[in-house]
């Protein structure tokens, strides 16, 4: 285990950007596995809305609500007391208007104590940045794929292979940056289109998802990286260890002592003086 660090924040991402130090970067919807994270050395911790998909079995991100994401952050707060903890915006939580992006904001830096909010949005989303940092709240944008919209996008799939959409996707990373926001995720978007939205990028981190290796640190989605999603693994997540086969067994193994009566075994197992026993027999005699 590391040693207890201090508290990351604005200034530390803004230090480590200067100096070229890659920043990384994992979604988190738990007490344990946040200490976890913690414990490793992870810089930034995002609760993501991806969570209705691997925590709670949706087939999309939309069902989330607003409650969900901040009973999760919350728990992750605890676990993480020192990381860069960004609260993710759930659908429908701020697209309607600037008071209820506001105001959800709000809610995850008072209630779950965020140190920013994400959403998903170019040039489109400008007035809600600026809505949400003038009330004094960092956020981080979101450009390529973009859950929420994925309908409109065609399914999970790349994003600015053509010039016209890439020309868009650089242009939407400064419109974001301009407007205020502190940093800009890119998910599923080519190589060499993040290595210039990075070049041009004058103070706002560039984080890939997917994206190559030329963003300012790296995001990855937790049970992605650990064989924890049952339904798919995507090509951008590497797996650093299969949890998810090492579960599996344990979880079949355990089945399996409790139909042949192995387990519990002496060693699991509590007893009692004799004298207490043959007591407690006489008394209920």
Known sequence: MTEERK???????????????????????????????????????????????????????LPVTMEDMIRHTQAVRRGAPNVFLIGDMPYMSYQACNEDAVR????????????????????????????ITAAGIPVSGHLGLTP?????????????K???????IVEDAKILEEAGAFCVLLELVPDRVCKIITE?????????????PDA????????????????FTPKMAKVFGNAGEVILNGLKSYNKEVKDKTFPSDENTFGMKDEDFDKLFKMLS
């Open 7 to 61: 508290k990351i924040s604005l200034p530390t991402l803004a230090r480590k950007r200067r100096k070229g130090e890659p920043i990384s970067w994992l979604t988190c919807y738990d007490y344990p596995t946040a200490y976890l994270q913690e414990q490793a050395g992870i810089e930034m911790i995002l609760v993501g809305d991806s969570l209705g998909m691997t925590m709670l079995g949706y087939d999309s991100t």
């Open 104 to 131: 959800n904001a709000g809610r995850f830096m008072a209630e779950a104590g965020c140190d920013a909010i994400k959403l998903e949005g170019g040039r489109e989303m400008v007035d809600r940045v600026k809505a």
């Open 148 to 160: 929420q919209s994925v309908s409109a996008l065609g399914g999970f799939r790349l994003q600015g």
């Open 162 to 168: 053509g010039a016209d959409a890439a020309k868009r």
């Open 200 to 212: 041009r990028s004058d103070n706002a981190l560039i984080m890939g998802l997917g994206s190559g």
């Open 216 to 231: 300012h640190g790296q995001l990855l989605i937790y049970h992605d990286m650990f064989g924890l999603y049952p339904k």
